[in-house]
């Protein structure tokens, strides 16, 4: 081979190319070396721990073995109580089983040994379906022989019910066990036909049993009502007891759907049934068929029942009404009867009071009308009534401070310190007395603010009331100089207040020389006038006098102090 060094570069980088693909291909071929070494020690310690797996298993066949050698030979009573150890074995021996195929689907499928292990996990799951099917069977056929017992015993009825468990949860065994057989590639065709079969017939008869125990309930809840207490126990009782066998009913019914479910069969009138045991809609294995038809069922019977019942309805919906009509005339008219008996002049009590009391007549002859309309519609009134009262009891308590204002305002209404149209001082306000319920007392101030006071702020207080007579004293306090005359001040207060035609002869009004002041003397003048007529006194006579003092050159006084000053020489000046 002739080689041209005129041209090296080429050369070059193919030895270079050749050099890096091997290096490239040798590190690949390390990677994949190390991966399939990884996985095989992964399979090793896997078929490893089959091995301790199918050591369990072994260990507990053979002691449901000897179990069964002893079973043999025991009473029918007895022999159910070893069938319950049993059924614990093979439960283990279940959960062996699980691990042992969860196992295989991680082995790698070429191996001779998983192929191996493969053949006997196929042979186990065949074994445990055979001895779920002994079992049951062997449940079945003691039952007959049980209830003759139960006749003359009757504590052998719980073993009975504990062996019907039993075989439940054998049937869900049996459909795991299929699942099992699926995941291992195994024909399932006939267990799944015959399962089928079984679990069909089951939920059926538990079906059956939920209806039964739902007819029972509602018969003995009739009877209830109609007994004595004496029998209410009984039938207490027997409730119970059938509220038990429906739960018991509706939790293996349950059981048998989830089984149905995951063998494709139709799950929608158990289902229905299903929910109408429990009351739960949101079922895991309850189909939406079946919800759907329970809601078509329930209108269909809904519109049948109100077709049959709509006369009837409609005649106590009308009477309901004419009775609350009926009702509210009455109650407006004894409504006018009260305020016009209270009106009357022999009636001594506050408009409050009147108005409370035709108010709470009116309200208390509507609640009579409401309750009798009531039990025209079918409502017994006793039970409400009974409930009511232990509802106010419960607000009561939780309103505490709303009973306290009731009650304050209950003893405002009786001793009547204020009435409406009043000027009171109540609670730190001050203003003209508008409405009045039980809780609380609404005060118009003079600036025109709705204040809602509550009756327990005023009762508890000190209640002013301003124009609760019908005369008021004015009190006028005006001051003089000390130079001035008292007798020309004096005859001036007197000519004001005379003239004045607002102001009342009786009681005299008093004129006073009151206080002899630093700066003044303080007169006072304090006549009497209707109630209404206050503050035009007030503002009239105060005008007045200003202008009287202008007219004859009497200055009010204000406070004087005399300074003096007192300068020292200094020392230090010349």
Request: charged share 25%; with cysteine.
């Amino acid at each position: 081979m002739h080689i041209n060094l005129t041209k090296p570069l080429p050369l070059l980088l193919i030895l270079i190319l050749c050099i890096t693909g091997f290096s490239v291909h040798a590190e690949s071929t390390e990677e994949e070396t190390a991966t399939e070494k990884t996985m095989k020690d992964s399979d090793e310690s896997r078929l490893a721990e089959s091995q301790e797996i199918l050591a369990n298993i072994r260990q507990l066949t053979q002691q449901s073995s000897e179990l069964k050698e002893v079973a043999r030979e025991i009473p029918d009573f007895d022999q159910l109580l070893f069938i319950t150890l049993l059924i614990d074995i093979e439960n283990d021996l279940s959960g062996e089983l699980e691990r042992l195929v969860s196992i295989h689907q991680k082995l790698d499928k070429s191996f001779p040994e998983t192929q191996h292990l493969l053949k006997e996990i196929q042979q186990l799951t065949r074994k445990q379906e055979s001895l779920v099917r002994k079992e049951i069977y062997i449940l079945k056929s003691l039952f007959p022989k049980l209830h003759k017992q139960a006749n003359k015993d009757s504590s052998t009825s719980l073993s009975i019910d504990r062996a019907k468990q039993l075989i439940f949860d054998l049937l869900v065994e049996w459909q795991k066990n299929i699942e099992r057989q699926k995941l291992l590639n195994m024909d399932v065709d006939a267990s799944v036909k015959e399962l089928s079969k079984i679990v069909q017939f089951v939920a059926i008869t538990q079906t059956a049993r939920i209806r039964l125990s739902i007819d029972a309930i509602a018969e003995l809840k009739t009877a209830m009502k109609e007994t004595g207490a004496d029998e209410q126990k009984q039938i207490t009782k027997l409730l119970h007891k059938e509220e038990l066998h429906k739960s018991i009913a509706a939790k293996n019914l349950e059981k048998m759907l989830g089984i149905m479910t995951r063998l494709e069969m139709d799950t929608t009138k158990f289902g229905q049934a299903l929910v109408i045991a429990t009351g739960e809609i949101l079922h895991a294995d309850v189909e939406t068929e079946a919800v759907i038809g329970l809601f078509k069922q329930l209108l269909n019977h809904s519109m049948l029942w109100l077709q049959d019942n709509l006369p009837f309805i409609l005649f106590r919906i009308i009477s309901f009404i004419l009775i609350i009509l009926a009702f509210r005339i009455i109650a407006s008219i004894v409504r006018r009867l009260v305020d016009k008996a209270t009106s009357s002049e022999t009636f001594d009590a506050s408009q409050l009071l009147k108005d409370f009391l035709g108010s709470i007549t009116q309200r208390i002859i509507m609640l009579i009308g409401f309750m009798i309309a009531l039990s025209q519609l079918g409502i017994e009134i006793g039970p409400l009534l009974a409930g009511m009262g232990i509802m106010g009891f419960v607000v009561g308590f939780a309103l505490q401070d709303t009973l306290s204002n009731f009650a304050s305002g209950l003893m405002i209404l009786v001793y009547r310190p204020f009435d409406i149209g009043n000027f009171v001082d109540v609670a730190g306000i001050n203003g003209v007395v508008k409405q009045m319920n039980l809780v609380s007392t609404t005060i118009l101030t003079i600036d025109r603010k709705r204040m809602i006071i509550p009756n327990s702020k005023i009762w508890g207080n000190i209640i002013t009331n301003v124009t609760a007579e019908n005369i008021r004293r004015v009190d006028f306090v005006f001051s003089i100089g000390h130079h001035d005359n008292i007798n020309t001040v004096e005859d001036i207060f007197q000519d004001i207040v005379e003239k004045h035609e607002l102001v009342l002869n009786t009681p005299e009004t008093v004129i006073k020389l009151h206080t002899l002041g630093e700066s003044s003397i303080d007169f006072i003048v304090r006549p009497w006038v209707n109630g209404e007529d206050y503050w035009n006194v007030y503002w009239d006579i105060t005008r007045q006098v200003k202008e009287r003092f202008d007219e004859n050159s009497i200055f009010t006084p204000h406070p004087q102090r005399d300074i003096h000053i007192i300068q020292e020489a200094n020392k230090n000046s010349l």
